[in-house]
């Protein structure tokens, strides 16, 4: 397949610091798909949806800490669809590099998840961009292995992350209210979905399923933006 060129969206991407004033200096970090490492126990798309909707999570939490600059998922996504990257699992440390360079990140995230009929288990590599070198494997806890327990466990790999990126750790009143929060595995799968279908262009497909997860979880912050997008408000 012949690979369409990216220089109309470089230099869109290039173009925006300078209308926003000075430039932001901080390490940019980008979040690509999480690949099914072999899953079981439920539908195929629910696991399909979760190669969007974990990196969707890990962006959110990184996005807590005030000094990262966190790259919008969309913007990844966009880049490998026009790149038909990411096909017939050929992403590696190189392919996240070439993404990463393009969107202006420091560091790029991509790993692996495998849900054994309800075992879960997440493994995050974090990839320098200037040398597609994996600086650190970042294994989920497994004292949270349940599936109930993901999203304890996406933000406990955040933290691990942002400490692999010598990020400073978040402040007392930033961490409390993260850990006040527990979005239910329903929830961040109904999520997860909305954001497959998002990227497949299906845009009622995906509202019902951000107001799934807003149904399943009222203060779902990035479901409620997510549905902000879709609708065009």
Avoid: C, W
């Amino acid at each position: 397949m012949r690979h369409r060129s990216v220089v109309p969206l470089l230099a869109l991407i290039l173009m925006l610091p300078a209308s926003s004033g000075a430039q932001d200096t901080r390490p940019g970090i980008a979040v690509m798909p999480f690949q099914n490492g072999g899953s079981y126990g439920q539908d195929k798309e629910n696991f399909d949806a979760l190669e969007r909707g974990i990196a969707g999570m890990l962006i959110s939490e990184l996005s807590q800490n005030p000094a990262a600059r966190v790259v919008e998922r969309e913007n990844v996504q966009r880049l490998l669809d026009e790149q038909d990257l990411g096909a017939d699992g050929r992403v590696d440390a190189a392919t996240a590099a070439k993404v990463g360079k393009l969107v202006g990140a420091r560091y790029m995230v991509m790993g692996t998840f495998v849900d054994l009929y309800g075992r879960f288990r997440v493994d995050a590599r974090l990839v320098d961009v200037e040398t597609s070198e994996i600086l650190k494997v970042v294994r989920s806890d497994p004292k949270l292995e349940k599936r109930e327990e993901m999203f304890r466990l996406l933000q406990a790999l955040a933290e691990r992350l942002m400490a692999e990126s010598k990020l400073p750790p978040l402040s007392s009143e930033v961490s409390q209210a993260a850990k006040a929060r527990n979005v239910p595995t329903e929830a961040l799968t109904y999520y997860s979905r909305a954001l497959l279908y998002q990227d497949r262009g299906d845009k009622a497909k995906a509202t019902e399923y951000f107001n799934k997860a807003i149904t399943a979880f009222p203060n779902y912050a990035e479901a409620q933006e997510g549905l902000k997008k879709v609708s065009g408000a």
